[in-house]
């Protein structure tokens, strides 16, 4: 703890929020989009009256509850860090942010009380569009809350809206300041990734029950929905991802240049992957394709690609962003073949329409989406740096200079240990309980249905 001490109180405070956002937000992915398969499942019962589909939706709310339950504990310690860890930032940016941050709550309150009415009406209305309609709410208010505090972060990296006087925001607009440049890019992509980590997940679940050799064709519907459902989020999110890369040429080019370790401006820019820097910023071992990045960066292979010779030194992100960005992208492109795969699989070579390897891969969606979503916020916080504000205020102005964040680290790490511990043995004990076999005999659904 001594040692804790006496570090830099605005690394420790970097070191903190960042382990704090890595917990969040892969529970916060799964509060955004396990809703929308939840609704998708029912929805696919009611309409089709297939009770196999309405027992997904029912299982899958119970793990959902879990999950947002540990989502709000982290939630809030982000909140109680913002003040405590940030206090410049939010005194001076406070009153710009102010209303997303009030409208989330109020979005995670519509969440939360649909969702209890939800959860304890299965079965009490007689049509059953009814109940139905009781979760729209809670996936529209999982998406509002994952937009409001999206636009803060977009206005991070592109502040607007505000008048800066005397070190204090006047003037301030905050429709304007949510609804600035960065915010279409930025929200869309956050919702499209957490509807894929959640389709992810829950086709990794599926996968894993047939490839344990559960034969039940209630885990071939579950497998079915989840990935295609994960295909077409993937592809979005691709789609997306395009329109980011060209908010970054033309609003924020330091990040897009070390990214890309794009050292000279210029037109037909090269896109660059892999590789290591040597002497004099070569790059040696890199793949690099002609005209992708000015491409990438303005739909033509002439557009003209900023690069780091136009920025500051003490401006200029750290260069290890570009292998986040690489495994972002690598990640992001199996998010799309794989589900593909799986949909393809009775043109593949062999007899069997599930063959092992394809449900190795399936059950390797999940793990590989947390970690595009991961390498995607790490990537987006680390390529801001210098800046908390971009423009505006550096991160080693807006931090505590407090030397108890160390004692601070290591208590929000146990916590976090022991909620993760908490939620993985919760959710064990839940559905091997009572499993889905256990659960269909008790509903009077047939016994079993060889794939």
């Known amino acids: 703890m001594n040692i804790l001490s006496s570090m830099d109180p605005v690394l420790l405070s970097r070191i903190l929020t960042e382990v704090t956002l890595f917990v969040h937000i892969i529970f916060a992915s799964y509060g955004v989009g396990v809703p929308l398969m939840i609704l998708l499942a029912e929805w696919r019962g009611v309409r089709t009256n297939d009770q196999h589909y309405v027992l997904l939706a029912r299982r899958w709310a119970r793990g959902f509850v879990i999950s947002v339950a ?151 519907k579950a497998l079915k929905l989840t990935a295609i459902s994960a295909f077409v989020f993937a592809v979005i999110t691709a789609i997306i991802g395009d329109f980011s890369g060209k908010y970054l040429a033309q609003y924020q080019p330091a990040k897009l240049a070390a990214a890309e370790w794009h050292f000279e401006t210029m037109r037909q820019a090269p896109f660059v992957f892999g590789g290591v820097l040597g002497e004099n910023n070569e790059i040696k071992y890199g793949i690099k394709i002609p005209y992708a990045l000015s491409i990438l960066a303005g739909n033509s292979p002439n ?103 160390g004692s601070m680290l290591v208590l929000f790490i146990i916590l976090y240990l022991v909620l993760c511990i908490s939620c993985i043995r919760v959710l064990s004990k839940l559905f091997r309980n009572r499993s889905a076999e256990e659960e269909m005999q008790e509903r009077g659904m047939e016994g079993g249905d060889h794939i």
């Open 70 to 220: 540990i989502g709000v504990v982290t939630g809030t310690s982000i909140g109680l860090q913002l003040s405590l860890l940030w206090p410049t930032f939010m005194r001076v940016a406070g009153r710009a942010i102010a209303l997303p941050l009030f409208m989330e709550t109020f979005a995670f309150f519509a969440e939360a009380i649909f969702l209890g009415m939800y959860l304890y009406t299965w079965e009490r209305f007689k049509n059953k569009y009814t109940h139905l309609l009781l979760l729209i709410p809670v996936a529209l208010g999982s998406s509002a809350s994952a937009f409001f505090i999206t636009t803060v972060n977009a206005f991070m990296n592109y502040p607007q809206g505000f008048t800066l006087q005397n070190g204090v925001f006047t003037n301030v607009q905050p429709f304007k300041a949510m609804f600035n440049p960065a915010t279409p890019t930025k929200v869309a992509h956050v919702l499209a990734s957490s509807y894929t980590v959640s389709a992810a997940l829950l086709t990794c679940i599926a996968a894993y029950n047939i490839l344990k050799g559960r034969k039940h064709v209630y885990y071939k």
């Open 303 to 405: 557009y003209e690609v900023i690069g780091l010779d136009r920025i500051p030194d003490d401006e200029e992100p750290p260069l290890y962003i570009h292998y986040l960005f690489d495994l972002k992208v690598s990640t992001g492109v199996l998010l799309v073949i794989i589900p593909l795969l799986y949909m393809l699989r009775k043109k593949l070579p062999g007899k069997k329409h599930y063959p092992k390897w394809l449900l190795v891969l399936l059950v390797a969606l999940a793990p590989l989406a947390m970690t595009a979503y991961e390498l995607g916020w790490i990537f987006s916080e680390v390529g801001r740096q210098p800046w908390i504000l971009v423009g505006y205020m550096k991160v080693e102005e807006a931090a505590t200079t407090s030397t108890n964040v």
